[in-house]
């Protein structure tokens, strides 16, 4: 049978009239299959006729692809399967009893729906029919990294979190959270992999474009609100379901290195400041975030046992649980026990600290420490082997596997898990949506710099019918707000968009993380300041991370900064069309010395910013 073939379950009617689903296809209605019943009971009872493989399987939770027509990847049999964004789905679903899958890759929103329902259909063949929960990466944004975020062509596009911060307006997080769930909900993804509530206390960490900033208390705010606009104000049905990241706060990493890799394993304080990491996730608890993804990282010289925090079972039962009261799931980062491939490179796991342990161990100390389900694994075999041999009790993979139920029964998957093919195509990118996220965008844009050093006058807004020339802008989009040149010595003023700096890194997966170095080289520096010293020169500085621009600011006749922003957003606030509100979600330090000799778990301590925290310009637009 194909999985176009997959029978659907039936619906059918218990003597009172009650619809629903049969999910173990004997014709009477069980008490989990039971929409009436609270949902305890429900879980209750299904956990009672689970097999130990099926309990397993709902423990891990790992990547899976989409092919572009919106079909089931299954390669041919024989086909090599150490690579997980190739990875059979029927040998997932059905061969290793997995449910849970964090969907890698795009199609178009119909096709996303139509994938979502073919993959129901799959798990609705094993033996108690228990659907699938999609989760994915954020998707809204102008990044693509496999490890991060997934641009993906349909949806609604937004500044990523820095610019929502420079916004620092809740109620548009909470709004646009809240559009990723329509769009989510639409293509059938219930679990969100964040929001980020880490914080950008090391300007050379290569996630700070996940992050609200480096105020812990700006972004406990926008933490919150995001999460309810996914979750609303309790899960339901029409949630989705946030897994709020990475426990307890990813940003001090040691010299700004990532923890994906063996050199970034290092989690510091030397500050003194553990406590102040903590803030955003507090709030993230009082919203009801239904799921916390700890760190790969370990930490060093702090109270706690030197291992990731996955491992570490001071800091998810006796911080998490215990101090905090955090009864849902948690699940760790990707891929902490296994050895892979990816992209064509190897990638060890991510291991740290337990490096010596083998993959069996590790999985031990995983459930030890508290932790519900691995991220990143699709390894079943591990758990019924540490049960069967004793060295992990039955009891306590029911309590991981009642809470993994109890989301899905909430979330309203077992009464209907399917997607509506139409409705995506009309939901998804629709015309509202798509132009709050514009003027997101737009509002988002900071303004470091509106006065050439020998004008009297700023030169902000830009006047219509100007001559301009443009570097990477696209020329078409520049035609519709002034005459767009080619020679330099044309124009009356130039625009260059460029990207904070980086040191590259080897070619495959680690080139997706841009690290190290924030200033410039001479070479790059080089012909900027040319264009600079023959006409008034405006810079568009994308902040992935915190630049250090100090000859660009110093030579530039406006200097603005942006978040993630198409040409048309930009040039609506340059040409005065709408009016830029962004401040600064974090300082821009003076120089490189600036940045190394601050400690990572302190916000904003270069000592003498060139552009400080909260710093951004007032332009009014054109007409007021």
Same mark, same amino acid.
């Given at each position: 049978?194909?999985?176009?073939?997959?029978?659907?379950?039936?619906t059918?009617?218990?003597?009172?009239?009650?619809?629903?689903?049969?999910?173990?296809?004997?014709?009477?209605?069980?008490?989990?299959?039971d929409?009436r019943?609270p !949902?305890?009971?429900?879980?209750?009872?299904?956990?009672?006729?689970?097999?130990?493989?099926?309990?397993?399987?709902?423990?891990?939770?790992?990547?899976?692809?989409?092919?572009?027509?919106?079909?089931?990847?299954?390669?041919?049999?024989?086909?090599?399967?150490?690579?997980?964004?190739?990875?059979?789905?029927?040998?997932?679903?059905?061969?290793?009893?997995?449910?849970?899958?964090?969907?890698?890759g795009?199609?178009?929103?119909?096709?996303?729906?139509?994938?979502?329902?073919?993959?129901?259909?799959?798990?609705?063949?094993?033996?108690?029919?228990?659907?699938?929960?999609?989760?994915?990466?954020?998707?809204?944004?102008?990044?693509?990294n496999?490890?991060?975020?997934a641009?993906?062509?349909?949806?609604?596009?937004?500044?990523e979190?820095?610019g929502?911060?420079?916004?620092?307006?809740?109620?548009?997080?909470?709004?646009h959270?809240?559009?990723?769930?329509?769009?989510?909900?639409?293509?059938g993804?219930?679990?969100?992999?964040?929001?980020?509530?880490?914080?950008?206390?090391?300007?050379?960490?290569?996630?700070?474009?996940?992050?609200?900033?480096?105020?812990?208390?700006?972004?406990?705010?926008?933490v919150?609100?995001?999460?309810?606009?996914?979750?609303g104000?309790?899960?339901?049905?029409s949630?989705?379901?946030?897994?709020?990241k990475?426990?307890?706060?990813?940003?001090?990493?040691?010299?700004?290195?990532?923890a994906?890799?063996?050199?970034?394993?290092?989690?510091?304080?030397?500050?003194?400041?553990?406590?102040?990491?903590?803030?955003?996730?507090?709030?993230?608890?009082?919203?009801?975030?239904?799921?916390?993804?700890?760190?790969?990282?370990?930490?060093?010289?702090?109270?706690?046992?030197?291992?990731g925090?996955?491992?570490?079972?001071?800091v998810?039962?006796?911080?998490?649980?215990?101090?905090?009261?955090?009864?849902?799931?948690?699940c760790?980062?990707?891929?902490l026990?296994t050895?892979?491939?990816?992209l064509?490179?190897?990638?060890?796991?991510?291991?740290?600290?337990?490096?010596?342990?083998?993959?069996?161990?590790?999985?031990?100390?995983?459930?030890?420490a508290?932790?519900d389900?691995?991220?990143?694994?699709?390894?079943?075999?591990? !758990?019924?082997?540490?049960?069967?041999?004793?060295?992990?009790?039955?009891?306590?993979?029911d309590?991981?596997?009642?809470?993994?139920?109890?989301?899905?029964f909430?979330?309203?998957?077992?009464?209907?898990?399917?997607?509506?093919?139409?409705?995506?195509?009309?939901?998804?990118?629709?015309?509202?949506?798509?132009?709050?996220?514009?003027?997101?965008?737009?509002?988002?844009?900071?303004?470091?710099?509106?006065?050439?050093?020998?004008?009297?006058?700023?030169?902000?807004?830009?006047?219509?019918?100007?001559?301009?020339?443009?570097?990477? !802008?696209d020329?078409?989009?520049?035609?519709r707000?002034?005459?767009?040149?080619?020679?330099?010595e044309?124009?009356?003023?130039?625009?260059?968009?460029?990207?904070?700096?980086?040191?590259?890194?080897?070619?495959?997966?680690?080139?997706?993380?841009?690290?190290?170095?924030?200033?410039?080289?001479?070479?790059?520096?080089?012909?900027?300041?040319?264009?600079?010293?023959?006409?008034p020169?405006?810079?568009?500085?994308?902040?992935?991370?915190?630049?250090?621009?100090?000859?660009?600011?110093?030579?530039?006749?406006?200097?603005?900064?942006?978040?993630?922003?198409s040409?048309?957003?930009l040039?609506?606030?340059?040409?005065?069309?709408?009016?830029?509100?962004?401040?600064?979600?974090?300082?821009?330090?003076?120089?490189?010395?600036a940045?190394?000799?601050?400690?990572?778990?302190?916000?904003?301590?270069?000592g003498?910013?060139?552009?400080?925290?909260?710093?951004?310009?007032?332009?009014?637009?054109?007409?007021r």
């Amino acid at each position: 049978m194909t999985h176009d073939q997959a029978a659907r379950p039936r619906t059918l009617s218990a003597p009172d009239g009650t619809r629903f689903r049969d999910l173990n296809g004997n014709g009477t209605m069980e008490p989990y299959e039971d929409p009436r019943l609270p !949902v305890g009971e429900r879980v209750a009872d299904l956990l009672g006729r689970m097999t130990l493989e099926e309990k397993a399987g709902l423990l891990f939770q790992t990547m899976i692809a989409i092919n572009p027509d919106g079909t089931l990847v299954d390669p041919e049999p024989g086909a090599p399967d150490d690579d997980p964004m190739r990875a059979s789905t029927s040998a997932m679903v059905t061969g290793k009893l997995m449910n849970h899958f964090n969907l890698f890759g795009a199609a178009a929103p119909r096709r996303m729906a139509e994938w979502n329902n073919r993959l129901q259909d799959l798990a609705a063949t094993t033996r108690l029919g228990i659907p699938v929960t999609v989760s994915t990466d954020p998707r809204h944004g102008f990044v693509d990294n496999p490890a991060a975020s997934a641009h993906t062509e349909g949806f609604s596009l937004w500044p990523e979190p820095p610019g929502l911060a420079a916004i620092g307006d809740e109620e548009l997080v909470r709004r646009h959270a809240d559009i990723v769930r329509r769009e989510y909900l639409a293509v059938g993804i219930r679990l969100a992999l964040h929001p980020m509530a880490d914080l950008a206390t090391e300007p050379r960490w290569a996630r700070i474009l996940g992050t609200f900033g480096s105020d812990a208390h700006v972004a406990a705010r926008m933490v919150a609100a995001y999460v309810r606009g996914l979750q609303g104000e309790s899960l339901g049905a029409s949630s989705v379901a946030a897994m709020t990241k990475h426990f307890p706060g990813a940003g001090p990493q040691l010299d700004g290195e990532d923890a994906h890799f063996p050199y970034g394993r290092e989690q510091v304080y030397p500050g003194g400041n553990f406590d102040y990491h903590l803030i955003p996730f507090e709030a993230a608890f009082a919203a009801g975030t239904s799921q916390i993804m700890p760190y790969y990282a370990m930490p060093v010289g702090t109270e706690y046992e030197e291992v990731g925090f996955g491992f570490n079972k001071a800091v998810v039962t006796g911080l998490l649980r215990e101090k905090y009261g955090f009864d849902g799931i948690v699940c760790t980062d990707w891929g902490l026990v296994t050895d892979s491939h990816i992209l064509g490179a190897s990638f060890p796991a991510r291991a740290w600290g337990v490096e010596e342990l083998d993959r069996l161990t590790r999985v031990e100390k995983i459930l030890d420490a508290g932790a519900d389900q691995l991220g990143g694994e699709a390894a079943p075999g591990l !758990v019924v082997e540490l049960v069967r041999t004793g060295r992990v009790g039955v009891e306590r993979i029911d309590v991981s596997v009642a809470r993994l139920l109890r989301e899905k029964f909430v979330l309203g998957l077992f009464d209907d898990p399917y997607a509506d093919p139409d409705a995506a195509e009309q939901i998804c990118g629709s015309a509202e949506f798509t132009a709050e996220g514009l003027n997101a965008q737009s509002r988002s844009i900071t303004i470091l710099k509106d006065r050439p050093d020998d004008a009297a006058e700023p030169l902000l807004p830009l006047k219509p019918g100007l001559r301009i020339h443009v570097q990477g !802008v696209d020329p078409e989009i520049a035609g519709r707000y002034a005459t767009v040149v080619d020679r330099l010595e044309e124009a009356d003023v130039a625009l260059i968009r460029i990207a904070a700096p980086y040191d590259r890194r080897t070619e495959g997966f680690e080139s997706f993380f841009r690290a190290g170095r924030l200033d410039f080289t001479e070479d790059e520096l080089r012909p900027l300041l040319a264009t600079a010293a023959t006409v008034p020169t405006v810079f568009d500085i994308f902040l992935d991370r915190p630049a250090v621009v100090p000859e660009i600011a110093q030579n530039s006749a406006a200097l603005v900064a942006n978040y993630g922003a198409s040409d048309a957003a930009l040039l609506d606030v340059l040409f005065g069309r709408t009016k830029a509100e962004g401040r600064l979600p974090f300082e821009l330090a003076r120089t490189m010395d600036a940045v190394t000799s601050g400690h990572e778990d302190v916000p904003n301590d270069s000592g003498d910013p060139l552009f400080p925290y909260g710093h951004g310009l007032d332009v009014e637009p054109l007409g007021r």
